[in-house]
């Protein structure tokens, strides 16, 4: 085809037209370009978020998040439960070195826990005790229980009598707390001679 044909002038002004208003020809050398602001169209559409992925992810973050606080709360009471049982235990074993020193006397009053009452039976007659306090003045957030210890005399003969009868006092002391609705005990068995 000639340039000076009609059809060849035609297409040299739509050409030099199209240059002037900023279009372009649509012929195949424009094919790359097209196919680039194709790919970037696409992208464009894919940098937005729908609901439904935002839906998504907030459900997939909770089904993660949900359990991951459970076990945080569950591992902060078992430590809270395991400081109580160390300091229940503590405070039972300062009450047998208490009941050891006293030797099986039956010392002082049966009022409170600062008794050695060692007759047979359970003891004291007020057993509460504040296992943990919360540090402040309110006392009803304290943590109090129930420290006892019975005690049953026991006599042990030989019966070939190669040697006296031995006496001696088998106790069980026993902290359990929250009072009133025991939910954990502590306990230590001990023999008085």
């Given at each position: 085809?000639?340039a000076?044909?009609?059809?060849?002038?035609?297409?040299?002004?739509w050409?030099t037209?199209?240059h002037?208003?900023?279009l372009?020809?649509?012929?195949?050398?424009?094919?790359a370009?097209?196919?680039?602001?194709?790919?970037?169209g696409?992208?464009?559409?894919?940098r937005?978020?729908?609901v439904?992925?935002i839906?998504?992810?907030v459900?997939?973050?909770?089904?993660?998040i949900?359990?991951?606080?459970?076990a945080?709360?569950?591992?902060?009471?078992m430590?809270?439960?395991?400081?109580e049982?160390?300091v229940?235990?503590?405070?039972?074993e300062?009450?047998v070195?208490?009941?050891l020193?006293?030797?099986?006397?039956?010392?002082?009053?049966?009022?409170?826990?600062t008794s050695?009452?060692?007759?047979?039976g359970?003891?004291?007659i007020?057993?509460?005790?504040?296992?943990?306090?919360?540090g402040?003045?309110?006392?009803?957030?304290?943590?109090?229980?129930?420290?006892?210890?019975?005690?049953?005399?026991?006599?042990?003969s030989?019966?070939?009598?190669?040697?006296?009868?031995?006496?001696?006092?088998?106790?069980?002391t026993?902290?359990?707390?929250p009072?009133?609705?025991?939910?954990?005990?502590?306990?230590?068995i001990?023999?008085?001679?």
């Amino acid at each position: 085809m000639n340039a000076r044909s009609p059809r060849g002038l035609m297409r040299r002004a739509w050409a030099t037209a199209a240059h002037r208003l900023g279009l372009r020809e649509d012929r195949g050398h424009n094919r790359a370009e097209r196919r680039r602001s194709r790919r970037l169209g696409r992208a464009r559409n894919q940098r937005g978020v729908t609901v439904i992925e935002i839906m998504v992810s907030v459900v997939v973050l909770a089904i993660v998040i949900a359990p991951m606080f459970d076990a945080f709360v569950r591992g902060r009471v078992m430590v809270a439960h395991r400081g109580e049982e160390r300091v229940a235990l503590r405070l039972v074993e300062r009450k047998v070195e208490q009941l050891l020193a006293a030797g099986g006397a039956m010392t002082g009053s049966d009022a409170d826990i600062t008794s050695t009452h060692m007759a047979a039976g359970t003891h004291p007659i007020n057993s509460a005790i504040t296992l943990i306090t919360r540090g402040d003045l309110d006392t009803s957030n304290d943590v109090i229980g129930d420290l006892t210890w019975e005690v049953t005399s026991v006599t042990w003969s030989d019966a070939g009598g190669t040697w006296d009868d031995a006496t001696y006092k088998h106790v069980v002391t026993k902290l359990a707390w929250p009072l009133g609705a025991h939910r954990d005990s502590v306990s230590v068995i001990t023999i008085i001679n």
